[in-house]
Nanobody, 123 residues
Framework: QVQLVESGGGLVQAGGSLRLSCAASGRTFSTYAMGWFRQAPGKEREFVARISWGGANTYYADSVKGRFTISRDNAKNTVYLQMNSLKPEDTAVYYC????????????????WGQGTQVTVSS
């Protein structure tokens, strides 16, 4: 069973930046796609970004495209989410997740989740 631990959240002003990290346990990290999701109060969990097992392929939600960058370091068992030009509507708890085979943008396609890290963007 993999364990995922997110870090790097916090309070930032609109227009600012944050980098989230997600550290994974286990020796099979490099064989799985990874994703970032977020959930704002009263809203459903939504897809943010996905990266393939080797890092060559990435995919983003339209709402973050051009502002967020997902990356990974398989030697460190870590996936990152660089968030620039943050907006108040980016405020949410951010979760990283391990993708099951063929995982896309649906939460049901991911089989392991971290506990989440809070990101708050003030206007």
């Amino acid at each position: 069973q993999v364990q995922l631990v997110e870090s790097g959240g916090g309070l930032v002003q609109a227009g600012g930046s944050l980098r989230l990290s997600c550290a994974a346990s286990g020796r099979t990290f490099s064989t799985y796609a990874m994703g970032w999701f977020r959930q704002a109060p009263g809203k459903e969990r939504e897809f943010v970004a996905r990266i393939s097992w080797g890092g060559a392929n990435t995919y983003y939600a339209d709402s973050v495209k051009g502002r967020f960058t997902i990356s990974r370091d398989n030697a460190k068992n870590t996936v990152y989410l660089q968030m620039n030009s943050l907006k108040p509507e980016d405020t949410a708890v951010y979760y990283c997740a391990r993708g099951a085979r063929g995982a896309g943008i649906l939460p049901s396609e991911y089989d392991s989740w971290g506990q989440g890290t809070q990101v708050t963007v003030s206007s």
